[in-house]
């Protein structure tokens, strides 16, 4: 499966920002999605991630409360609705995938997952 991420851009502390990822070459509905960042200078983080029947989803702590996840595997697609965002959130967000289910403690891992995007950069002012 090939991913794209797109939506990303620059927002004052405080505003939204929708990223998306679209999928394409695969059976989206087949797989577990997540979004990760890396900030300039630091290692990609976990973020949010998705099961492939949207049941269950997963958040950092940095993100709880501010994000959401969601996904139409109809479109094809997986989003991250950012309310609330920080200077701090500033970074290249990457959406990545892997075919299945895994256990849930491993979807905040890069390791996990098997197929990425290319990132998309969110930048917040303050």
């Known amino acids: 499966v090939q991913l794209q991420a797109s939506g990303g851009g620059l927002v004052q502390a405080g505003g939204s920002l929708r990223v998306s990822c679209a999928a394409s070459?695969?059976?989206?509905?087949?797989?577990?999605v997540g979004w990760f960042r890396q900030a300039p200078g630091k290692e990609r983080e976990f973020v949010a991630a998705?099961?492939?029947?949207?049941?269950?989803?997963y958040y950092a702590d940095s993100a709880k409360g501010r994000f959401t996840i969601s996904r139409d595997n109809a479109k094809n697609a997986v989003y991250l609705q950012m309310n609330s965002l920080k200077p701090e959130d500033t970074a290249v967000y990457y959406c990545?995938?892997?075919?299945?289910?895994?256990?849930?403690?491993?979807?905040?891992?890069?390791?996990?997952?098997?197929?990425w995007g290319q990132g998309t950069q969110v930048t917040v002012s303050s």
């Open positions: 990545a995938a892997f075919r299945g289910y895994k256990p849930g403690i491993t979807y905040v891992s890069t390791g996990t997952y098997d197929y």
């Open positions: 998705i099961r492939r029947d949207a049941d269950i989803t």
């Open positions: 070459g695969g059976t989206f509905s087949m797989y577990g």
